[in-house]
């Protein structure tokens, strides 16, 4: 959804990158989109993968325009009842992945560049029943904010996403323990088109905090 709004909003934009782990998803993806596109199917926890989309970036020499980081994932359920290794892949994905990939684009990003951040509600407060969950978005957030502060000499701008409850897949995973969307959340979702069109008119306007509603 990101992708193709950007793809309809930003005429002045050379190439879209669009990156994830599914290739047959982002070709699929790519023929929708307007724009010339670059897909790279790899997975951002892997360490093979992540030094060659560097190396790429270092031979390439890009202008990033936009950093649109949306890669997340979520587990309900008590966190002592677990596969530990479970957890540590949400922490993996939601926190260790975001933060590389800020680390290795911010050199390739000018004066009024955006990094849009997906962070959650869920960020905001303790959140028991996704206890590793709402404290991995609650580091996007702070990491986002803090790391606006530090970037605003240079005029890029940082936005974290903090929506609530959205429709997409991220449930089908989220639930495979227990089951945690009862029909209130159900019935006050949100679309991803929503979500995104809020994020892109918050970043213009240099908010810090983008909340859909």
Not at 76 to 103: K, V
Not at 158 to 171: K, S
Request: with cysteine; aromatic share 8%.
């Amino acid at each position: 959804e990101a992708a193709k709004q950007i793809d309809e909003r930003f005429a002045s934009l050379d190439e879209l990158w669009l990156i994830g782990r599914r290739e047959e998803k982002l070709l699929a993806l790519a023929k929708a989109l307007k724009h010339s596109v670059r897909t790279f199917a790899m997975d951002l926890c892997l360490e093979k993968d992540r030094a060659e989309f560097h190396a790429f970036l270092l031979k390439a020499k890009p202008s990033i325009r936009m950093l649109f980081q949306s890669a997340g994932v979520g587990l309900h359920g008590p966190f002592a009842q677990r596969d530990i290794n479970d957890s540590l892949e949400m922490i993996r994905i939601n926190c260790d992945a975001l933060t590389y990939m800020c680390s290795i684009c911010i050199p390739f990003m000018k004066s009024n560049s955006h990094i849009i951040n997906m962070a959650s509600s869920a960020g905001f407060v303790p959140f028991p029943g996704y206890a590793v969950y709402g404290a991995s978005k609650s580091y996007v957030l702070s990491f986002s904010r803090a790391l606006r502060a530090e970037l605003k000499p240079r005029k890029i701008h940082v936005l974290a996403v903090c929506p609530g409850p959205v429709n997409t897949p991220f449930f089908d995973t989220s639930e495979r323990y227990t089951k945690g969307v009862g029909a209130f959340k159900k019935s006050c979702m949100n679309t991803p088109a929503v979500v995104v069109r809020r994020a892109l008119a918050d970043a213009a306007l240099h908010k810090s905090v983008s909340v859909d509603n």
